[in-house]
């Protein structure tokens, strides 16, 4: 069965970085559109970036400062946080779905447990 299981998430100061991972199995990677949502505490989800293959999507409010990537030969997809501010804080969720990349998040079939990320000022 396909499973996600992410990590490289913490607590670390505003300005810092981070690099989440998301090691998938059971499904042909390079098929899959895999994704980077986020959920702050009391708010909704939130799509942050996206990828497949060569093509890359990424929401408004992260980019300059996010960058998604992955790893074929690992089965692994990336996500790498650079000046990180107080309001990152959230869970960090990865999520794949067979086909091209979108930001909806109804759009991905599985998703993992998620890897907590907190910024303190």
């Known amino acids: 069965q396909v499973q996600l299981v992410e990590s490289g998430g913490g607590l670390v100061q505003a300005g810092g970085s981070l690099r989440l991972s998301c090691a998938a199995s059971?499904?042909?990677?390079?098929?899959?559109?895999m994704a980077w949502f986020r959920q702050a505490p009391g708010k909704e989800h939130e799509f942050v970036a996206a990828?497949?293959?060569?093509?890359?999507l990424y929401a408004d409010s992260v980019k300059g400062r996010f960058t998604i990537s992955k790893d074929n030969a690992k089965n692994t997809v990336y996500l790498q946080i650079n000046n990180l501010k107080p309001e990152d804080t959230a869970v960090y969720y990865c999520?794949?779905?067979?086909?091209?990349?979108?930001?909806?998040?109804?759009?991905?079939?599985?998703w993992g447990q998620g890897t907590q990320v907190t910024v303190s000022s």
């Open positions: 990828i497949r293959r060569t093509v890359t």
């Open positions: 059971g499904l042909t990677f390079s098929s899959y559109a």
């Open positions: 999520g794949a779905r067979f086909g091209v990349v979108t930001l909806a998040r109804y759009e991905y079939e599985y």
